[in-house]
Structures are given as C-alpha cells and as structure tokens.
Nanobody, 114 residues
Framework: QVQVVESGGGLVQPGGSLRLSCEASGSIFSLYAMDWYRQAPGKQRELVAHIDSTGRTDYPDSVKGRFTISRDNTKNTVYLQMNSLKPEDTAIYYC????????WGQGTQVTVSS
C-alpha cells in the first residue's frame, strides 16, 4: 500500500504564491507517474499538473505558465509551485500516484482571497 501525503496549503492573497508538497511512500517512487488535481466546491475534480517517471510534464491551459510541477526522487516527493494565484484557484488540491494502481492523498486546502 502506497501512502500519499500532501502539505503546504493555506490562505494566500491574489497574485501570491504557494508551494505544495506531496510525499509518497515506497521504494520505487521514481517509477510513479504523479499528478496534482483540484476540486472546488460544487465542481468536478480536475487535473492541474502531471509529471511522469521521465520528468515529462503537462498542464491544462488554465494553469499553464503559472503552475510548475517537479519531483525529487531522492525525497519521494513531488512539488507544485503555484504563482500568480487567482481566486478561482481556490480548491482542495489532491496528489495522485500511479504505478499499476492509483493512490490518492487526503488533500490540502488552498484559499486565494484578499
């Protein structure tokens, strides 16, 4: 069983930045594909960033140029750097690990408000 734990959420003003972290257990973390999703109240969960085992990344247009996903395989951790945050980025952010099976974290709240 892979444990996935997110951290780093909080309250930030519009235009500000936050960095989320996601640590996943297991000795083969480097083989995991890792994703960040978010879910706002009353909306479906949506993908905001993807990184595969080779380091290739992908983003939807809504966050491209503002969000950056990266990974540190020595720490079993993936990061989401979020810049130029907008109120519409407010959501619970979830980390997902995938290797044969899918593992989700519990989520971390991000609130963008003045």
């Amino acid at each position: 069983q892979v444990q996935v734990v997110e951290s780093g959420g909080g309250l930030v003003q519009p235009g500000g930045s936050l960095r989320l972290s996601c640590e996943a257990s297991g000795s083969i973390f480097s083989l995991y594909a890792m994703d960040w999703y978010r879910q706002a109240p009353g909306k479906q969960r949506e993908l905001v960033a993807h990184i595969d085992s080779t380091g290739r990344t992908d983003y939807p247009d809504s966050v491209k140029g503002r969000f950056t996903i990266s990974r540190d395989n020595t720490k079993n951790t993936v990061y989401l750097q979020m810049n130029s945050l907008k109120p519409e980025d407010t959501a619970i952010y979830y980390c997902k690990a995938f290797y044969v099976q899918v593992y989700w974290g519990q989520g971390t709240q991000v609130t963008v408000s003045s």
